[in-house]
């Protein structure tokens, strides 16, 4: 069975940081450009990051750049998200998923392949 699983999530203060992460069971993730997008209650799902299936690309959203950074790990079938000086607005639970990406290039907005979501992880910031 394909399955992406996040965690890392948790309740911070702002400007606080938390490590989210993406692990694969059951198909090789590095075979894939991979984002993490967010949900707000009462909002859309956004895009935040991608990274693309080597690494060497990667691009996120207005709202999170120079705050959040994207890597992928693949021997350990991992993708994370740093995420620093942590706003309310982040407040979010926040997915991952495989992406498409443009001539092997992340470009924003993110677009995922599968219409499949995880049970995603819950980041709250507040005081």
């Known amino acids: 069975q394909l399955q992406l699983v996040e965690s890392g999530g948790g309740l911070v203060q702002p400007g606080g940081s938390l490590r989210l992460s993406c692990a694969a069971y059951?198909?090789?993730?590095?075979?894939?450009?991979t984002g993490w997008f967010r949900q707000a209650p009462g909002k859309e799902r956004e895009g935040v990051s991608c990274?693309?299936?080597?690494?060497?690309?990667?691009n996120y959203a207005d709202s999170v750049k120079g705050r959040f950074t994207i890597s992928r790990d693949n021997a350990k079938n991992t993708v994370y998200l740093q995420m620093n000086s942590l706003k309310p607005e982040d407040t979010a639970i926040y997915y991952c998923t495989v992406v498409q990406t443009v001539q092997a290039m992340c470009v924003m907005p993110i677009v995922p392949i599968s219409g499949s979501w995880g049970q995603g992880t819950q980041v709250t910031v507040s005081s």
């Open positions: 990274i693309s299936s080597s690494g060497s690309s990667t």
């Open positions: 059951g198909f090789t993730l590095d075979h894939y450009a």
